[in-house]
């Protein structure tokens, strides 16, 4: 069982920056891959980026070279690092981690899930 928490949600302007963190409970974060949704209003949940537990990454199309996405196994800790937000960017997102290899984008291939923090982009 792993239990996610995530956090660095909040408000900021279009053009901005934040950092998001998941903290994942248990001893063998290594061998999870990790993967970054996130769902607005009236849409469905959406891939937006993932790490497998080799560190190889991917991102959806929209946010290439805007995200970053990362972990540090030894504070079992996953990353989303945000820049250059825009509005379209509005939206919960969540941190969701499986035991096997490969950040697949579909949100059925993750076991755990954490409970979502707010990004808000303003315009």
């Known amino acids: 069982q792993v239990q996610l928490v995530e956090s660095g949600g909040g408000l900021v302007q279009d053009g901005g920056s934040l950092r998001l963190s998941c903290v994942a409970s248990?001893?063998?974060?290594?061998?999870?891959?990790i993967g970054w949704f996130r769902q607005a209003p009236g849409k469905e949940r959406e891939f937006v980026a993932g790490?497998?537990?080799?560190?190889?990454?991917s991102y959806v199309d929209s946010v290439k070279g805007r995200f970053t996405i990362s972990r540090d196994n030894s504070k079992n800790t996953g990353f989303l690092q945000m820049d250059n937000l825009k509005p379209e960017d509005t939206a919960v997102y969540f941190c969701?981690?499986?035991?096997?290899?490969?950040?697949?984008?579909?949100?059925?291939?993750?076991?755990?899930w954490g409970q979502g923090t707010q990004v808000t982009v303003s315009s």
């Open positions: 969701a981690a499986r035991p096997a290899a490969g950040a697949t984008a579909a949100p059925r291939e993750y076991a755990y």
């Open positions: 248990g001893r063998t974060f290594s061998r999870y891959s």
């Open positions: 790490i497998s537990w080799d560190a190889t990454t």
